[in-house]
């Protein structure tokens, strides 16, 4: 087997070595062997003892520390900076505080040699933005088995918020006219070669949200495959909110997108369905049919 890991898994942070711990941990557990891939993982100008927690791996994962200046929100920058260190013919992008379940790495691994196109993954992540119903369920988790934990959010039903839209659209993301719009680097991945082809990620997005998508849109248009794959499993830890308008963001992020790239996709950006959240592909497809219905007319 070569030298070079086949996946170099990026992790941007600030200040929440709690939750690094968690996310370091659990990779730790992953069936895929060690030694096929290795963590980097990218301080955005923190002050706490990140270095330290992240030191504290070194005996079990092929790990690296890079600290940048604290010059605000550059997490963009700072998952750039990682790519560029990575070795791994794979990249696959994880938030602090997302902790994977023990066998989706040897997912992704899978999913991405058994393509024959570049494949940009979408991973599912169980917790992220449910009913404030389920914070009991949250709060009773143990970060220490991952695969229990998620069972148990399954059961409850704290699923993946873009859930809906695989309900609505159905799971076979290759199909949808615009599956950029879930590339979501909480939990995703893509070949590093692929991601230097499309630029990388656009560092003058330094607010909450978009700098994926919009790194999503060039991956698209230079041809990846996109694909949603629920063994690609993981949870996201519950913590608190580093913005509290979410939707907000994302409704300014998508229309600055539109600007940049004016795609007629990109163009349903806040049209119809606006108190939906990250309902791009749901429009296109309402407005498809609503022609069709006044065609037949």
């Known amino acids: 087997m070569s030298n070079m890991p086949a ?11 709690r939750l690094l711990h968690h996310t370091l941990d659990a ?15 990218v301080d955005d100008g923190g002050s706490d003892d990140s270095e330290a927690v992240v030191r504290s791996f070194a005996d079990d994962l092929d790990i690296t520390y890079f600290w940048q200046p604290d010059a605000g929100f ?4 700072a998952r750039n900076i990682g790519t560029a260190i990575a070795s ?7 938030d602090t505080g997302v902790l994977l379940a023990t066998t989706t790495l040897a997912t992704h691994l899978r999913i991405h040699t058994g393509s024959a196109y570049p494949t940009a993954v979408v991973g599912y992540v169980y917790g992220f933005e449910v009913d404030p119903s389920k914070d009991a369920v949250m709060a009773s988790l143990d970060p220490a088995d991952v695969d229990a934990a998620i069972a148990d959010l399954h059961a409850h039903g704290a699923l993946d918020v873009r859930e809906r839209q695989y309900a609505d659209l159905g799971e076979n993301i290759t199909s949808w006219p615009a599956p950029f719009d879930i590339f ?7 070949e590093r070669e692929a991601l230097f082809a499309a630029g ?10 978009g700098e994926d998508v919009d790194l999503g849109v060039r991956l698209f248009r230079q041809d990846n495959v996109f694909v949603m794959d629920r063994a690609a499993r993981s949870l996201h830890w519950p913590h608190a909110k580093e913005v509290e308008d979410l939707q907000e963001s994302s409704a300014t992020a998508a229309e600055r997108i539109h600007r940049k790239y004016d795609l007629w996709t990109t163009s349903f950006y806040g049209k119809d369905l606006q108190n939906e959240k990250y309902s791009l592909n749901k429009v296109i497809q309402l407005s498809a ?9």
């Open 7 to 17: 996946i170099s898994v990026v992790i941007p942070t600030y200040n929440r070595s």
């Open 27 to 41: 990779l730790r557990r992953q069936t895929l062997p060690a030694d096929t891939f290795e963590v980097v993982v």
């Open 74 to 77: 550059r997490a963009g920058k």
């Open 88 to 94: 791994g013919r794979y990249v696959v992008y994880v």
């Open 184 to 190: 979501w680097t909480c939990h995703a991945s893509a």
């Open 200 to 209: 990388l990620f656009d560092e003058s997005f330094t607010g909450w949200g």
């Open 289 to 297: 049919s609503r022609r069709e219905a006044e065609g037949a007319v």
